[in-house]
């Protein structure tokens, strides 16, 4: 489940935010998907604080691939999304390139040759036919 953290005045108020709990009460990092399908990216221990669900922009260095996460609930941007001004596409179905990992609790890129679900297209023809340039936006 999803609890907001809100630390206390004089501590490190970019801490704050929401974190997701596994059903035994351990927070959780990575990428996570709900039982909706939806799917969310919490930070890792490589990044800070750990814990905490990233919004906005966001390079996956395990892929290389970006994607872009909703800044009111975190969900991973999937088909067309109008940011800035400027409009980009994310894969709506993915390939199967992350698996779940039980022993680490954790999905985990295991490489392949397909494309991740809500990976940005960049300098790709999208597959309603339209061309992207190399920061990902619709070449209008």
Do not use: H
């Amino acid at each position: 489940m999803w609890a907001k953290l809100v630390y206390p005045q004089g501590s490190r108020p970019e801490d704050s935010g929401w974190y997701y709990f596994d059903d035994k009460g351990i927070m959780q990092s990575g990428w996570i998907c709900d039982k909706a399908g939806n799917w969310y990216y919490c930070n890792t221990e490589k990044e800070s604080p750990y814990g905490k669900m990233v919004t906005g922009w966001r390079l996956d260095t395990g892929d290389g691939n970006w994607y872009y996460l909703d800044p009111l609930n975190g969900v991973m941007a999937q088909g067309w999304r109008k940011i800035d001004g400027k409009w980009y596409y994310f894969s709506p179905v993915g390939a199967g390139v992350y698996a779940y990992d039980p022993a680490k609790q954790q999905w985990i890129y295991g490489g392949g040759t397909g494309r991740p679900l809500g990976s940005m297209y960049k300098n790709e023809i999208t597959p309603d036919g339209y061309q992207t340039d190399a920061d990902g936006a619709w070449i209008q």
